[in-house]
């Protein structure tokens, strides 16, 4: 599987920025896919998950209310809305990959997550 994120860019606080993650190469449906903020100098962490597409959403809780995580199964592509972006919000996202089949998994640290895009820059201007 191969994931390749996309949609990030410069925006002014107050801003929305909707952040694409198409996977190919491999079986898509067996995976939940996470999105992960890094900021410079600072850990990857986890700002939201879906699991396969069934309904379930996973948020941050500083992050909760503003992001918005969907998948569209004719796309293979993940999507991560997020709504009144704030300067903190700033960093390279990266969408990564889990196997489903996990029977506990974290969405707020990358151990479980097995493969991941490059990531995408997302800069909040005050």
């Known amino acids: 599987l191969r994931l390749v994120e996309s949609g990030g860019g410069l925006v002014q606080a107050g801003g929305t920025l909707t952040l694409s993650c198409v996977g190919s190469?491999?079986?898509?449906?067996?995976?939940?896919i996470g999105w992960f903020r890094q900021a410079p100098g600072k850990d990857r962490e986890g700002v939201s998950c879906?699991?396969?597409?069934?309904?379930?959403?996973y948020y941050a809780d500083s992050k909760e209310g503003r992001l918005t995580v969907s998948r569209d199964w004719s796309k293979s592509t993940v999507y991560l809305k997020m709504t009144n972006l704030q300067p903190d919000d700033s960093g390279v996202y990266y969408c990564?990959?889990?196997?489903?089949?996990?029977?506990?998994?974290?969405?707020?640290?990358?151990?479980?997550?097995?493969?991941w895009g490059q990531g995408t820059q997302v800069t909040v201007s005050s």
């Open positions: 879906e699991t396969n597409g069934d309904g379930r959403t």
């Open positions: 190469g491999g079986p898509w449906d067996y995976y939940n």
């Open positions: 990564a990959a889990v196997d489903r089949r996990l029977p506990r998994w974290d969405c707020s640290t990358t151990t479980d997550f097995i493969v």
